[in-house]
């Protein structure tokens, strides 16, 4: 349908109206402070995370450890900063095994001719030429000799080793149309597959991970497994334990088939065609910036953020829109606010997805920077607005952060839930590594926007699942804390609260330990 230029016209007015509206009530609302304000009009005036977001995740694409694309993002942002005047550099702290995602194509020739979806995982071996074979499926064994014995019988096939779901629809969409009585048994039947399945698994004497290397071993033509990540036609896609032989994962869809056809009798066969280069050893880097402090030089604020993914998507949510978050703030702070009191340090680390090693290498390397820290704000889980804030069990947290968050518009704060003191974050992003070592280091948790489930580690984390709004909101509030830390004449304290006692030991509990970072990986 025809839209008439009339009517593009007059949307296009409403949205610069609504547009200048909001700008005009959020000014309004952090008072008569003319570096927020300004923060808050380039943010909404000027924004530049839709080409930023374009650059990272279209053109450069995902950013696994030792790939070139991960060297690619790396000198990008650093090329980024300099052209808005922000000092860049990137800074080696370790070595990983260097390797190059090239085409995945599988298909299955019969009992009928289909393109499956499906890729590669990390890692995989490439393959010299395409390989058609038979596919089988992992059996019931009594125990490790019975599968010892049946273990020749790969030699040449394809073997799949993941349970065939039950159902492809996640489980809200059977809470919405099924009835009570089909939803439960739906279930229950899962539960009970799920655990003979990994009796299954443990039957054979071997785990997950080192199943496929004795598969290898023994001559099998590849590994097929379906991480389903229980969304509609998602799949986590991680790393392959293979050396030699590809492993492969087939989207539930198509394995639910494959694997029916298997118990059916039809035989199928498969056709595997995967290329990917081993490129040696890569150094692996941190991409750091930093806007030098006038009055307090060595004391810092620190904007962070993982730079690396996994490659089954191009890692929009996890972690460019963390990695966007913060390179706009830099941007719309060396614009705004060029002169700041302390040093403005934006930490872009590798690594991240294989245990936090850029940031825990920085933590270890960098001493009189952590000491130093004035706070540390970190985004990670997502493209959702930010909706929760710990003071991470620093005792005080809630005095400077209260203080910061005050001069943060109404629009964004009252959106979000604090907690303090909280407790120290132990994993799961790089905040943990600044916790670890006292440093007030913080988490801006973002709201949900089914990311566990659709994006998180998935072949469906992509620039379409950006939400713009939100990161710019992001952004704005980023800028806006780390310019009132900045200007904050207090030294932020780094008491820590007594933490708790553990109800199944009776001892108490400990902060976190500072934990070494892994600066040779995949190679030893």
Sequence with gaps: MKTSLKVRFTGHIAALLLTGISYRYASAQSGADPVINNIIKEANTNSQLKPLAHELLDVIGPRLVGTPQMQQAHNWAVEKYKIWGIAARNEKWGEWRGWERGISHIDMLSPRVRTLEATQLAWSPGM???????????????DSNAFKKWLPSVKGKFVMISMMQPTGRPDYNWKEFATPESFEKMKKDRTTQTDAWQNRIKNTGY?????????EKAGAAGVVINNWSAGFGVDKIFGAYTKKIPTIDIALEDYGMLYRLVESGHNPKIRVHTEAKETGVQPTFNTLAEIKGSEKPNEYVILSAHFDSWDG???????????????????????????????????????????LNGSRAFVEDHPEIVQNVQAVFNQDNGTGRVVNLSGQGFLHAYDYLGRWLSKVPDSIRTQIETSFPGAPGRGGSDFASFVAAGAPAFSLSSLNWSYGTYTWHTNRDTYDKIVFDDVRSNAILTAILVYMACEDPAKTQRDKSVMPVNPKTGEQTKWPDMVKPTRRGGLD
């Design 128 to 142: 010299k030429k395409s390989v058609t074979a038979e596919l089988i499926i992992l059996p019931e064994v009594a």
């Design 207 to 215: 785990t997950n991970r080192t199943l496929p290397p004795a598969l």
């Design 313 to 355: 998507g191009t890692g929009a949510t996890d972690n460019g829109t963390g990695t966007l978050t913060m390179m706009e703030a830099m941007r719309i702070l060396k614009k705004v606010y060029p002169n700041p009191k302390r040093t403005i340090l934006v930490g872009h680390w590798g690594s991240e997805e294989q245990g």
